[in-house]
C-alpha cells in the first residue's frame, strides 16, 4: 500500500510529510527485513521489487529533508545490498550502514558459496520434481517454454545475444578478475526445460529487484546534495586495485558482471550520475609527483580511483555488444572525461580510450554513434589544450575501421581496428600533422556525406535527406567540430575555408537545430581567429596566423551566403540571437578590408534588431555593437558612435534584466572608445560629438548603477569613464552641474555599498579614472572629500584584496597636491595607506593571500606618490604615522618594494572582452621618486621653523634608512651571486 501513497498525481502535491515519514519507515523496515522461510523465493523478489519502487516515487517527492542526513546511510547499505541480489556465483553480506569516509568500506564477499534461499531452494523444487518430469513435461512444456522465452526478451536471453568471442582481448591492464563472467556463456543448458524455465524466471525476478534498487539510487542521486552524496563514494566507485583479494563491489562491478544488460545499463546510469557535476570534488586528484615512501596522500589515492574507472569502463565498452547499455559506456565516460583533472594527472590515461571508440563512429545503432560523438567532444573539449589530446589528433586516421559499414560487435570493431597498416604513422596524409586534422574531416563528412550501409532500426525517424546521416549524428559531428575548433584551432585552421562552407550550408537547410550549429560553428571559428590576433595571445611560435586576406575571404564567402538571411529569419529568433554573435566575432582587421555594403549592411542589420521585441535578439544585437565600438575602422566615426549610443541608451531601459546587462557593457566598451579617440584625434572628435547626447549617457548611466549588480558593473565603469571625458566646455554648462553631482554621488555610493566585489572594484576603478581628469575641481568640491573617505575606507577595512589594490590605485592617481585638499584630507588619505601596508597580510580568507604581494606594491606606489607631492604643512600627519611599532614594519614593506624587478598589479576592472586588466609596476620608478622626495626635502631642512624641523627630522630620517637598507639588501644579494658564480664549474 505504501507504493501508492508515495507515488504522486501530476499537478497536484505529494503527501504531507508526517505520513511520507510513515511510508518511509515501512519502506525501509521491509527492505532491511529477511526473507521468511516460507515465502516463495519469486514472491519475495516481488515485493523487494514493490518496496524498492516505493521508495523511488518517495525520494522522487523533492529534495532529501523528510528525514534527517544520518538515515542516508541506512538506506544506501540497504541499496547497494539489493544492487548485488541474486548475482551469479556472489554472496554479500553488507554492513547495515554505510558512513561517509574517503576510504572504502570493505564488504564480506563468498564468491563459491551460493545464497541458500534462492538457488539451494530452486535446486531442492527441481530436484523433487524429477520423477514426475515425464508426467507433466507434455502439460507444461509450453508454458516453460513461453517463460523462458519471455525471459530471453526481458534480459537473461540477453546473455546469450551478447556472447563475445574471447578472441577479444580485455583492455590493457586490466585485471582478469574483473572480466565479465556474463560473457562466459549461459548455463541454460545445466537444466532440463522445467527446471531450466524455473532457474530462469527467478533470475529475471532477482534481476528486476538489481534494476529497481539501482533506479532507486539513481533517485538519491537526484535528490541528494553532491557534497554529501560524494563522502559514500568509496562504497561505489572503484578505488586502487587491491592487492590480495577480491576486487570491492562497485557499480563497474555490477556493469561487468551483471548478465542482464538492462541491469548493467543501469549501473552506468547511476554512475554517470555521480559522476556528473564532479569536477570540483575530482579537482584534487594528482599522481605527476614523485612517489612517496611513508604515506600515500589523499590526492595520490583519488587519482588512483580515477585510472581504476578509466580502466573498467574500458573493459566494459570493449566486451559489451548490447546497443542500449554500450550507449550507457559511452555516455558515462563522457561524464568521466568531463570531470578528470588531466592535467594533474601523468599522460596515457586518453590515449587507449581514443583508440578503442574511434570504430564506434561507424557503429550501426544510431545511439551508439550519437553517444560515441558526444565522446569524442568531451574529450577535445576538456582542459584543452591537453598535449596528449594534441598528439592524437594529429596521428593519421584509420582508413578502414572508420570507413567499415555496418560495424556491429566487438569482435569486428577488433578486427577492423587491427588490421595491417591502419595504424602505421604514413596511412594516409590527410590525418598527418601538415593536413587536416582527420576528426575535423570525419565530422564534415558525417554531416554532409551520404551514408552508405542501411540504417538500423533507431534510425527511423532521423533527417529529412533519406541519404543523410540521422538529425542526432549530424547535430553532434557539428558540436564536436565547434569543441575542436575552440580548444584546437591551429590544427582546425587548415580547413577555415572548408569549415565556413559546411556552416553556410547548415544555414542554408531547413531544419532549425541544423542552422543552429552551423552559425555557432562559424562564432567559434571568428573567436579562434580573435583569438589569435590578439596581442596578449599565448599563441605558441610553430602556430601561423590565418592570414588576414583568407580571414576577408572567408567572412566574404559567409556573408555573402544564408547568413544575412537568417539575421532577418523573424519566425526564428533564436537563430536571429546566434547570427548576431556570429557576425560579431569578425577580426576587426578584416571588417575593414570587407566591402563598403558589406559593412553597411551589418552596421544597419544590428542596428535595426536592437529594436526587436524578442529579448534575446536585442541582447544579442545590443552586444553585437558593443563589439563593433572599439574597431578602429568605425569608432572615430561620430555618426556610428552617436547611432550606436542612441540604440544602447534604448536598451538600457528595457524590461528585460538581460537587455539591460548587455546594454550596460556595451555602454562601457562605448565610453572606452570615447577616451580612446580624446587621446588620439583630440578635440575634433568631442567638438563634434553631441553634449546632449553626452548629457544622456551620463544621467542613463547614473540610472544603471543602481540596477541589478551584472548591470551595475558596467554602469559604474561607464560613469568613469564618462567624468574623464567631460571637457571645461561641458563643465560650464550649468546643465551639467547636478548630473555630475549625481554621477559621483553614485560611483562614491557604489564604493562603500554591499554590492557584489566585482561591482566595488569597478567602482573603485571608476573614481580613479574620474580623478585622471584635470578639468575636475577635484580637492575643492564637494563631492571631492566624500570621494576620497570611501577610497580611504574601503583601502583599509573590505575583506577582497583586489579591491583593495583599485582603491589604492585611485588614491594615487590625483597628480599635484591641491587635488587631494586640505591638510586633514590628505591626513586621512596617507594614514589609511599606511595603516593599510601596516595589515597588508591580515585576511581570514586565505584565498586572499594570493593578492597579498600585488596589495602591498600598490599600497608602496601610493605612498611614494604621496610623499612626492606633500608639502611642509603635512609632514605632522607623516610623522605620526611612523610610531616605533609601525615604522619598521613600513620601513620594510618599502624596502622589499623598491628590491622587487616587476610587480604585476590586478586592476579588477572588466575590459573590452570583459577580462581583468592588469597593470605594471616599476619599483625603480619608486626609488627613483623616493630619491627625489630626499632631494626636496634636504634642502629647506636648515630654514625650517622649529615647531616643524622635527617632523621634517622625522620623514627625513625613515626615508633615509629606507634608502639605505635597499642599498645594503642590493649589495648583499650581488655578493652572494658573485659567490654561486664562483663556485660554479
Known sequence: MSIWLCASVPGQPYLEEPYKG?????????????????????????????????????????????????????LLAVLKRFMFYGLPGMSVEMPQVLYPAPLPQYET??????????????????????QNKKRKSRGKGKKAGAEGKRDAEEGEGDEGKSGVDQSVPPASGVTPQLYPSWKKGSSDSEFSDPEGGMQSKLRLYQARVRQSALQCFLAVVKCVEKRILYGYWSSFVPDAPGIGGPPPLTLLTIALKDPSPKVRAGSLQVLSALLEGSRQFLSTAEDTSAPRQAFTPFSATLAAGVRELHRGLLLALVAESSCQTLTQVLKCLAHLVSNVPYNRLRPGLLSPLWKQIRPYIRHRDVNVRVSCLTLFGALVSTQAPLPEIQLLLQQPGSTSALNTPGVRTPQELSHNWRRPGTSSPGAGVEGGPEGPCWLSQLCVSLVTQPREEPYSDSDAGGSGGASLEPSPVRLEALQVLAHLVKGYFSLAQTSLLELGQLSARCLAEQEPSVQLHGAKLLEELGTGIIQQY??????????KLVPVCQVVQFWSEVLSGPLIS?????????LQTSACDTISSILPQAFSQLPDKTQVLCITLLLGLTYSENSLVKSAAVRAL???????????????????????????????????????????NLTDTLIVNMQSVGLEFQEEFSDMLLLNMLRSATKASGDKDRVKSNAVRALGNLLHFL??????????????????????????????????????????????????????????????????????????????????????????????????????????????????EDTEDFLEYRYCASLRSQLCRALLHLLSVCQPEDLPALRSSLSDQSRPVLQDFLVRYL????????????????????????????????????TRLKGPLEETACDRSEDLKTVVSFLEDVVRNFEEMKESDSNDSSLQLSKSP
Open 727 to 840: 571637457q571645461p566646455v561641458h563643465l560650464g554648462k550649468p546643465v551639467f552641474e547636478q548630473p555630475l553631482q549625481e554621477a559621483m554621488t553614485a560611483l562614491i555610493e557604489t564604493v562603500r555599498g554591499d554590492a557584489t566585489m566585482k561591482v566595488r572594484w569597478n567602482a573603485c576603478y571608476a573614481l580613479g579614472n574620474t580623478f585622471r581628469n584635470r578639468s575636475l575641481p577635484l580637492g575643492s568640491a564637494v563631492w571631492s572629500k566624500e570621494a576620497y573617505s570611501a577610497l580611504s575606507y574601503v583601502v583599509t577595512s573590505c575583506k577582497n584584496f583586489k579591491v583593495r589594490i583599485k582603491s589604492a590605485a585611485a588614491l594615487s592617481v590625483p597628480s599635484t597636491r591641491d587635488c587631494y585638499g586640505d591638510v586633514h584630507q590628505f591626513a586621512e588619505v596617507w594614514q589609511a595607506l599606511a595603516l593599510a601596508l601596516e595589515h597588508s
Open 109 to 130: 564477499v563468498s564468491a563459491a558459496k551460493p545464497e541458500p534461499s534462492q538457488d539451494s531452494t530452486v535446486q531442492k523444487k527441481t530436484a523433487g520434481s524429477q
Open 626 to 668: 558593443g563589439v563593433y565600438i572599439l574597431f578602429p575602422c568605425l569608432r572615430e566615426d561620430v555618426m556610428f558612435v552617436a547611432d550606436t549610443a542612441n540604440a544602447i541608451l534604448t536598451a538600457l531601459d528595457d524590461r528585460s534584466p538581460n537587455v539591460r546587462a548587455k546594454a550596460a557593457w556595451s555602454l562601457g
Open 22 to 74: 510513515v511510508c518511509y519507515g515501512i519502506l525501509l523496515r521491509t527492505l532491511q527485513s529477511p526473507k521468511p522461510p516460507d515465502v516463495e523465493d519469486i514472491v519475495f523478489c516481488s515485493l523487494l521489487q514493490s518496496a524498492l519502487k516505493g521508495m523511488q516515487y518517495f525520494l522522487n517527492g523533492g529534495k532529501w529533508k523528510a528525514i534527517p542526513y544520518q538515515d542516508l546511510g541506512t
Open 534 to 543: 590578439r596581442a596578449d595571445a599565448n599563441t605558441p611560435q610553430s602556430a
Open 566 to 574: 537568417a539575421l532577418q529569419n523573424e519566425q526564428h529568433p533564436t
Open 899 to 934: 628590491g622587487d624587478k616587476d610587480v604585476a598589479l590586478v586592476a579588477g576592472v572588466d575590459g573590452p572582452a570583459g577580462e581583468e586588466v592588469v597593470d605594471h609596476a616599476a619599483p625603480e620608478d619608486g626609488l627613483m621618486v623616493l630619491n627625489e622626495t630626499l
